[in-house]
């Protein structure tokens, strides 16, 4: 085959080439407009991404004397572990943006819940809060031993819940802090009878991967693109009958489980000794009138209760049902018991609609709270400075020494060991602080404790931190 370089005609040496003749083109509005870059297809766009762009291992655990095997993700190699618990329908990788961020601070370990991702159990349905509570344990002992680091459990939505009751059980001796992502029980409980319209109203099968993500992004579940990449094909199943992709977790079938996730969570999570740190996407409220009828087994009167978390029990003429409204949440964080974040411009998952964001939190979260890889960690500071503020003009202090022990704070933080600012430290009760200083005219004779933070601090539920 000839070259086609053979049909061209050469020119002499010392010929020079005319420049050809090109027709006049009008001035155009739009010349000086750069050229727009080629655009990415659909596919292309929407194209999966490995979780080895985020976390530096996967592997799979085995649950002695079970059938039990669950897919875990990590990421680190130094500082405390933080522990993350995804919600309902969602996988490991939920986390995996943010793991990114966070393992350049501390170690991250994110699992496949029963029933979601890679995992696989003898009963994928049973997402009863005990049988997950126990597969938690069952995964950090396999991982750690008996001898865990020091774990901040961070969980979103339904792995919030998770983490709320695994803290509550008191068997954690490690669990240094307590994150929880967009969860707060008046808000579940008033969604839960909605929640199967929810579930059979979306999408439920998918030709591609690439259309479940570009449908995820789209209908605003997550808005978060790179998110959506790396943690939506984890959720999906290929079903060879039907030659398409279905969810990977039947949560319609689980309905039976839905109410225990959330009854008494805000209880559990304020009664918890660590520090805490609640994320609300938006500006979501505390506190929410509930339809509790539904949720009753009889499905009769509630009659008051007792319960410090319910601040109204009524019955409905009108509507006929029962509402409850719930306040300890926010009466606690009105008494400094928890942090609260309320982040903005995001949807319900908070860690992959904004990763970065979310990540500094975290990150904040242990920097603040002095959390290491063996716990608190307490600095080479000589003193811990608190204030007491008695309302009126004036403000007495206490200052506590190094080398006390943690029941001598506690005393503090109750009121049996106060004094006055730059005294040594004397055993003075509350009603010794109220004589200090009259009150000003109408106002209660209370106790406002606020921090000054110089090296080692207390935190106000008397713990270190």
């Given at each position: 085959?000839?070259?086609s370089?053979?049909?061209m005609?050469?020119?002499?040496?010392?010929?020079?080439?005319?420049?050809?003749?090109?027709?006049?083109?009008p001035?155009?509005?739009?010349?000086?407009?750069p050229h727009?870059?080629?655009?990415?297809?659909s596919?292309?766009?929407?194209?999966?991404?490995?979780?080895?762009?985020?976390?530096?291992?996967?592997?799979?655990?085995?649950?002695?004397?079970?059938?039990?095997?669950?897919?875990?993700?990590?990421?680190?190699?130094?500082?405390?572990?933080?522990?993350?618990?995804?919600?309902?329908?969602?996988?490991?990788?939920?986390?995996?943006?943010?793991?990114?961020?966070?393992?350049?601070?501390?170690?991250?370990?994110?699992?496949?819940?029963?029933?979601?991702?890679?995992?696989?159990?003898?009963?994928d349905l049973?997402l009863?809060?005990?049988?997950?509570c126990?597969?938690?344990?069952?995964?950090?002992?396999?991982?750690?031993?008996?001898?865990p680091?020091?774990?901040?459990?961070?969980?979103?939505?339904?792995?919030?819940?998770?983490?709320?009751h695994?803290?509550?059980?008191?068997?954690?001796s490690?669990?240094?802090?307590?994150?929880?992502v967009?969860?707060?029980?008046?808000?579940?409980?008033?969604s839960?009878?909605?929640?199967?319209?929810?579930l059979?109203?979306?999408?439920?099968?998918f030709?591609?991967i690439e259309?479940?993500?570009?449908?995820?992004?789209?209908a605003?579940s997550?808005?978060?693109?790179?998110?959506?990449?790396?943690?939506?094909?984890?959720?999906l199943?290929?079903?060879?009958?039907?030659?398409?992709?279905?969810?990977?977790?039947?949560?319609?079938?689980?309905?039976?489980?839905?109410?225990?996730?959330?009854?008494?969570l805000s209880?559990?999570?304020?009664?918890?000794?660590?520090p805490?740190?609640?994320?609300?996407?938006?500006?979501?409220?505390?506190?929410?009138?509930?339809?509790?009828?539904?949720?009753?087994?009889?499905?009769?009167?509630?009659?008051?209760?007792?319960?410090?978390?319910?601040?109204?029990?009524?019955?409905?003429?009108?509507?006929?049902?029962?509402?409850?409204?719930?306040?300890s949440?926010?009466?606690?964080?009105?008494?400094?018991?928890?942090?609260?974040v309320?982040?903005?411009?995001?949807?319900h998952?908070?860690q992959e609609?904004?990763p970065?964001?979310?990540?500094?939190l975290?990150v904040?979260?242990?920097?603040?709270?002095?959390?290491?890889?063996?716990g608190?960690?307490?600095?080479?500071?000589?003193?811990?400075?608190?204030?007491?503020?008695?309302?009126?003009?004036?403000?007495?202090?206490?200052?506590?020494?190094?080398?006390?022990?943690?029941e001598f704070?506690?005393?503090?933080?109750?009121?049996?060991?106060?004094?006055?600012?730059?005294?040594?430290?004397?055993?003075?009760?509350?009603?010794?602080?109220?004589?200090?200083?009259?009150?000003?005219?109408?106002?209660?004779?209370?106790?406002?404790?606020?921090e000054?933070?110089?090296?080692?601090?207390?935190?106000?539920?008397?713990?270190f931190?």
């Open positions: 085959m000839e070259s370089s053979s049909h005609a050469s020119l002499p040496e010392n010929a020079t080439e005319e420049p050809s003749q090109q027709q006049t083109q001035d155009s509005a739009f010349a000086s407009v727009r870059p080629p655009t990415k297809s596919s292309e766009k929407y194209a999966p991404l490995d979780w080895s762009q985020y976390f530096d291992k996967e592997e799979d655990v085995a649950i002695p004397e079970s059938n039990d095997v669950f897919h875990v993700y990590s990421a680190g190699t130094e500082g405390p572990v933080v522990f993350c618990l995804h919600g309902g329908g969602y996988s490991g990788l939920s986390f995996a943006v943010s793991a990114s961020k966070i393992k350049e601070k501390a170690r991250v370990v994110a699992m496949d819940l029963r029933g979601h991702g890679k995992s696989s159990t003898e009963n049973d009863s809060v005990e049988t997950m126990n597969d938690v344990f069952a995964i950090i002992k396999e991982l750690y031993g008996n001898s680091p020091a774990m901040i459990l961070v969980g979103h939505s339904m792995g919030g819940s998770i983490a709320v695994v803290a509550a059980r008191r068997s954690l490690t669990l240094a802090g307590l994150v929880v967009d969860v707060v029980e008046g808000t579940a409980m008033a839960l009878m909605h929640m199967q319209k929810i059979s109203n979306r999408m439920q099968h030709s591609s259309k479940a993500i570009e449908w995820s992004v789209r605003g997550l808005r978060n693109i790179d998110s959506a990449r790396v943690s939506i094909p984890s959720t199943k290929y079903n060879e009958s039907k030659k398409c992709y279905l969810y990977r977790t039947e949560l319609e079938k689980t309905e039976q489980y839905w109410k225990g996730w959330y009854e008494g209880d559990k999570f304020l009664s918890s000794p660590v805490k740190l609640l994320l609300l996407a938006g500006t979501d409220r505390l506190d929410r009138l509930v339809n509790v009828e539904h949720l009753r087994d009889n499905g009769g009167k509630c009659g008051s209760s007792k319960n410090e978390n319910v601040k109204l029990d009524m019955w409905s003429p009108k509507k006929g049902y029962h509402m409850r409204r719930y306040w949440l926010t009466i606690g964080q009105m008494q400094g018991k928890f942090q609260m309320v982040v903005r411009h995001t949807g998952a908070i609609d904004v970065d964001e979310f990540a500094t975290i904040n979260f242990i920097s603040r709270n002095r959390i290491g890889p063996n608190v960690e307490l600095g080479a500071s000589t003193s811990t400075w608190l204030k007491v503020e008695v309302f009126g003009p004036k403000r007495l202090g206490v200052r506590a020494r190094k080398g006390r022990s943690e704070f506690q005393d503090i933080m109750k009121g049996k060991k106060v004094v006055k600012m730059g005294m040594d430290v004397e055993n003075k009760s509350l009603q010794d602080i109220k004589k200090a200083k009259k009150p000003l005219d109408g106002e209660e004779n209370s106790i406002n404790w606020e000054k933070r110089e090296e080692d601090t207390i935190d106000n539920n008397g713990t931190g």
